[in-house]
Every structure is written in structure tokens, then in C-alpha cells.
């Protein structure tokens, strides 16, 4: 296994900030599909505050999700659980990052 930043010096600020940096697209990622869905409502005449979008299982999954992220970026703050969030951030949410916003991912997304 090829050892990276974050086996490396899991403590160091690096490869916190980097984390903190990845997770925050993350949020970026969600906070775009929650705006979408918003201005679908709204493009209708439904505000933001109704209970059909409030109660819309898409809204409530993004909200869910941003608050999983927010809390990751918080536990990596306090120094909890880093070696978990770590392995998120490394095998799940940068390899997402990297293949959406790579330049050769723009080209074929286009």
C-alpha cells in the first residue's frame, strides 16, 4: 500500500488542511444540488420555507449530508476521529474530486 500524507503525519496541520479543503468541495458538491432543487421550487412559486420543500426527501438527504460534512471538519478541528474521516477524505471523497474537476473530466463532461 502506498503510504501517503495523511499515514505519514496524520497530526500534521498539512494533511488537516487538506482534508478540511477536500471535505469542504464536498459541502461546495451539496450545496449546489440544494440551491438546484431550491430554484426549482422557486422557478414554480414555491418559497424555500414550504413544507413541500421541506419535506422533499432530496432536500432532507442534502441537509443531512452537509451536516455530516460540517461535523467531519469539526472533529478534524478537535483532533477526533481523524484517521476515519482520513480514510473517507483519501478513498471516497477525493477520488470524487479529483475524477469531477480533473481537466481531462471537464473535457468529457462537456
Known sequence: ???T???QDPDSWLSSDIAIEVIGRMVAEQMSLLYALLNEYRDAG???DDERVVND???QQYQQQIAVYRNEIKSIY???NKAEI????EYEYAPYIKQKYAPSARVTQR
Open 57 to 59: 426527501v432530496r432536500h
Open 46 to 48: 414555491i418559497e424555500s
Open 5 to 7: 500524507l495523511f499515514r
Open 78 to 80: 478537535r483532533g477526533e
Open 86 to 89: 482520513f480514510d473517507r477524505v
Open 1 to 3: 500500500m502506498e503510504t
